[in-house]
C-alpha cells in the first residue's frame, strides 16, 4: 500500500493550490483519509482527515482555507488549499488517520513566496 500525494509548488502568497492523494495496493475505500504537513524545523502535523462517510475535520490554522473532499472511485483524496501564507510553507503528505508508518509516501512540497 501506497499514498502517493502530488500536486505542489511554488505560489505567492493569497494563492491556491490543489493537491491530490492516489491511494495504490489493497488500501481501503474505508479508511479515514489525512493530510499531514512538516515545515522546515517543525514536526509533521495533521491538516485535515475525512471519513469514508464525508466526516472532516481541520486544524486551526487551515480553517476556512483550505478544503478535503474524496472521491472513493478514484481512491483519490484533495485537498484545495486557499489564501495561502508563508506559515503553509511544507511538505505535504497523506496517509490514514491515525496514520501508518508504513503508508508514508514521498509528499508534494508547496512553498508560498511572498
Known amino acids: 500500500v501506497q499514498l502517493q500525494a502530488s500536486g505542489g509548488g511554488l505560489v505567492q502568497t493569497g494563492g491556491s493550490l490543489r493537491l491530490s492523494c492516489v491511494a495504490s495496493?489493497?488500501?481501503?475505500?474505508?479508511?479515514?483519509v489525512a493530510w499531514y504537513r512538516r515545515a522546515p524545523g517543525k514536526d509533521r502535523e495533521l491538516v485535515a482527515f475525512?471519513?469514508?462517510?464525508?466526516?472532516?475535520s481541520y486544524a486551526d490554522p487551515v480553517k476556512g482555507r483550505f478544503t478535503i473532499y474524496r472521491d472513493n472511485a478514484k481512491k483519490t483524496v484533495y485537498l484545495q488549499m486557499s489564501r495561502l501564507n508563508a506559515e503553509d510553507t511544507a511538505v505535504y503528505y497523506c496517509?490514514?488517520?491515525?496514520?501508518?508508518?508504513?503508508?508514508w509516501g514521498q509528499g508534494t512540497q508547496v512553498t508560498v513566496s511572498s
Open positions: 496517509n490514514s488517520y491515525p496514520s501508518r508508518s508504513d503508508y
Open positions: 495496493g489493497s488500501f481501503s475505500s474505508d479508511n479515514v
Open positions: 475525512i471519513t469514508p462517510g464525508g466526516k472532516i
